[in-house]
């Protein structure tokens, strides 16, 4: 009897090693052929690739699928609308702001954005200072940001992976999901490609509420860019990779995708001072480009040091600029930057019992805002005593806010074992990080309220009301200390993964215990049937905004009457809405899955069902709830729960039909979210009102308890979604359609902030009211012609909503009726819009 057995352990770097890859599938593709021959000479083969089917299987979209799929702004958010875990933010596609490029916001099984960990290469860019927007617009206190410290460009990547359910040991700081995404590597060969992409306003439509103005000129201080009807977008970039030596080579990556939105200046008197002298000084207005710029570049050096030894070294820099400004406001532009470097070192190495896996890595993020002129002056003019008008000049302050971070992740996986029956595959890590957060006001800034008329200015010596935050620099820092394990056992066609992770940061002081259990049967022993469990806790992320919040208003002191400019004495009054953290604990959800997964023929059908129940939510309150101040302070008083069912279909292999490849996938999910505070705000929500019960509300009619309320936002019920693929060898033609399809909808909307006085007992809550929203249906399309006479250059045009579907994802308050009511108006997606895109693979 003669035994060819393929050892497991080349096969770990197949991932890594493409040379490795096609040698390994040579020689299992010679066993393969001759199986049969051995098997009648009575000669046993057994090939040992993976003995032990893997449970956690993520959900992923390559760089080919990537190439195929429309990209709009190419940001990598964008490529999981399609995944039934994943919500988009009701106001992430308004069709008002389309000049955008910004990632969108996304929810993962009803968690709240910031709460999702992003990876490039197993390290995460996730911005923990501040990144939530509180909806309160542009403000003096706060730099807009992201919860993504580096906006990736889609289509430099190799891979995009979303783990939403049953997630491994080795991934925490999340209570939503995990985003991994993988850089291009070299792949032993010389290639590379390069693209320019373009869209305009005069190619796409526009759908806008009749009641709104639909014109720049409307934008004000706080919303210097809600309405946006001419921009220009284009984006253009690509990557490289070629070899320096045998066994090292280079990729680099570029891309800049950039937006000019022409918007309309101020117009008429604008108030500056000189000294303590208040002057008018008259702006012409006209038009002028407000600018978005996201530059990327990536380096990513590989050494196959050995057979059983990789390293990699990469660099990745993202860089975005922000330059708005207010139509209803003198000298209001101003510029802000966000920078993100990760820089990181990766050895894997694989020893005869187990493979190891370490990573150093260094991290920086900053956000900087500068101002065309750093202080801001109102002149309430009463030149008609009976109908006094308000002059602004000035921007929102400059300030900076900076984050770094320096981690080392180890990760050691045993090579399977047999003991009593049973295939141990255990794996253990650790991961050491330490981060530290930085909030700068690098000078005083001032805001001056004047009473007057403009005749009167040369007299106006003194301000009737101002207000200062003063520079200073504040920072925090904390460590965080983490271990975990996991065995994946087999025995028969069963198969359990129990794990653990224990988690301890230095700012909230807990040992944070996750266990997480999951199991999978096969219920005929052919791979055809497989059911899953899974019963799993997730600890969520420590934001920096907790201990930096104090910073924002502090050094705030308020003057009141006979204020002089840019003097501050002791007649001026410290006023800061803060008081320090009382004692928190880290947010964390547990779930709760099931799932079946078969295969008919040449598909696959997966059937699943996600139950989250969140604890500990951070959110912020006034502090004192008896009308004493304004305090804010933080609490764990978040509740939340969530339940996904949803059911995937997919051919396994392309389907041949009229001359070309068919691949196809559908899903349809049906979602409930339910929390006591708004989602999409997170812990920057802040309802300053006293007496105010926040364990109650009152909604469509009726009093109930808070953690009732249906969410009121990333709430779609159902959803559908059709991708079809479909390439036409003959033609040298690629078509890809996507059809949407989200049902009618019934959503918690607070306007105007109000509240609601319970008659019988005097308490005060907040109102929301019930809206319905009716079902919407988008259909998008992309064709891609790279004729084989071009030697590599190729095209593609995309076309969103080819339809041209007006559907509405919101509504909100703007502006008064001719009775002085709320106007309540409807926010609308974009209607049809255009990409066209040549590029040139060599």
């Known amino acids: 009897m003669k035994k060819v057995v393929i050892s497991a352990l080349p096969l ?69 609308k399609t995944s039934p875990a994943v919500q988009m933010s009701n106001s992430s596609y308004n069709g008002m702001t389309q000049g955008e490029i910004k990632p969108a916001d996304i929810s993962i099984h009803g968690n709240t954005s910031y709460q999702n960990n992003y990876q490039l290469d197993g390290v995460s860019f996730n911005n923990d200072v501040d990144p939530v927007d509180p909806g309160l617009g542009v403000t003096n206190t706060r730099v807009d940001s992201d919860e993504q410290g580096l906006y990736i460009d889609s289509r430099l990547i190799n891979e995009i992976k979303l783990y939403d359910n049953n997630i491994p040991v080795e991934y925490g700081g999340f209570t939503g999901g995990v985003v991994d995404v993988i850089s291009r ?123 059983q030894t990789i390293v990699n070294i990469s660099a990745n ?18 510029d802000t930057k966000h920078n993100g470097l990760s820089m990181a070192l990766q050895l894997m190495h694989e020893f005869d019992f187990a493979k190891l896996d370490v990573t150093t890595s260094y991290q920086m993020l900053e956000d900087k805002r500068t101002n065309d002129q750093n202080y801001f002056v109102t002149l309430v003019d009463y030149s008609d005593w009976r109908n006094p008008v308000q002059y602004h000049s000035g921007g929102v302050g400059n300030l900076t ?29 650790f991961e050491l990080t330490k981060t530290k957060a930085r909030y700068i006001r690098n000078e005083d800034f001032y805001r001056y309220t004047y ?45 359990v993964r129990p794990g653990i992770r224990i988690d301890y940061d230095s700012f909230i002081k807990d040992a944070n215990l996750a266990p997480r259990l999951v199991t999978s049967f096969d219920a005929f022993g052919n791979g055809n049937t497989v059911l899953t469990t899974g019963f799993n806790r997730y600890y969520g992320r420590t934001m920096m905004a907790y201990a930096l919040y104090g910073a924002q208003n502090a050094g705030l002191k308020n003057c009141y009457y006979f204020c002089t400019p840019g003097q501050v004495d002791e007649d001026w009054i410290s006023s800061s809405d803060f008081e320090g953290l009382d004692s928190l604990s880290t947010p964390y959800n547990d779930e709760i899955s099931l799932g079946i997964e078969q295969i008919v023929d040449n598909s696959l059908w997966q059937l699943q069902y996600v139950h989250r129940k969140s604890y500990d939510e951070v959110r912020s309150r006034p502090k004192y709830n008896n009308g004493r101040s304004n305090v804010r302070t933080f609490d764990n008083s978040g509740r939340s729960k969530h339940d996904t069912v949803s059911l995937t279909v997919k051919n396994r292999l392309p389907i041949e039909f009229y001359h070309a490849e068919h691949t196809a996938s559908a899903s349809i999910s049906w979602q409930q979210s339910k929390s006591n505070s708004p989602k999409e705000l997170g812990y920057a929500h802040y309802d300053p009102a006293n007496n105010v019960r926040h364990d109650k509300v009152w909604y469509n009619g009726k009093i109930i308890n808070a953690s009732d309320l249906p969410a009121t936002d990333f709430n779609i019920p159902v959803k559908v979604n059709v991708e079809l693929t479909s390439k036409i060898p003959e033609y040298d033609l690629t078509l890809y359609n996507l059809l949407q399809w989200q049902s009618s909808r019934h959503q918690a909307v607070r306007y105007s902030n109000q509240y609601y006085i319970d008659p019988n007992t005097g308490n005060k809550m907040a109102k929301y009211e019930k809206e319905r929203f009716a079902s919407t249906f988008r259909w998008d399309t992309k064709l891609g012609w790279t004729p084989s006479f071009a030697k590599g250059a190729n095209f593609s045009v995309e076309v969103n909503n080819i339809l041209n579907k007006k559907n509405v994802i919101d509504r909100y308050v703007y502006g008064a009726d001719k009775v002085g009511n709320d106007r309540v108006v409807n926010a609308y997606a974009p209607g049809r819009q255009f990409w066209i895109q040549v590029g040139y693979d060599f």
Not at 19 to 37: G, L, P, R, Y
């Open 317 to 334: 820099y993202s860089k975005y600029d922000n330059y708005s400004f207010a139509a209803t406001v003198a000298n209001s532009g101003y």
């Open 185 to 307: 590597h070299w792949n032993h060969e010389t290639n590379g490609s390069i693209f320019y992409r373009r869209t305009h306003s005069s190619w796409n439509k526009t759908h806008v509420d009749p009641a709104i103005n639909f014109d720049s000129s409307a934008n004000d201080a706080s919303h210097p860019s809600r309405f946006q009807p001419k921009y220009s977008k284009q984006n253009f970039g690509g990557w490289f990779e070629t070899g320096i030596t045998d066994n090292l080579g280079l990729m680099f990556a570029a891309s800049r995708r950039e937006s000019d939105i022409s918007s309309v200046t101020y117009q008429g008197p604008s108030l500056l001072l000189e000294g303590d002298d208040l002057i008018e000084i008259r702006k012409n207005g006209g038009m002028k480009n407000q600018t978005r710029v996201s530059d990327n570049f990536s380096s990513k050096f590989t050494w196959y040091a050995s057979d």
């Open 401 to 429: 806010t900076k984050q770094n971070n320096w981690g080392f992740k180890s990760k050691l996986e045993f090579m399977p074992i047999n003991w009593l029956n049973v295939t141990h595959e255990p794996s253990m890590g």
């Open 451 to 495: 009473t007057g008329t403009w005749d009167s200015l040369p007299w106006l010596s003194f301000a009737d009301h101002a207000s200062v935050f003063q520079a200073g620099r504040y920072q925090a820092s904390y460590d965080n200390y983490t271990l975990f394990a996991d065995d994946t056992m087999q025995y028969g066609r069963l198969t």
């Open 12 to 80: 770990l770097l197949v991932s890594y090693n493409p040379a490795v890859f096609a040698k390994q599938n040579q020689i299992s593709q010679t066993i393969v052929e001759n199986s049969d021959d051995e098997v009648n000479n009575q000669d046993d083969v057994i090939v040992v690739t993976s003995p032990i089917p893997k449970i956690s299987k993520p959900q992923s979209v390559d760089s080919a699928q990537i190439t195929q799929m429309n990209t709009g702004d190419g940001n990598i958010t964008d490529l999981l």
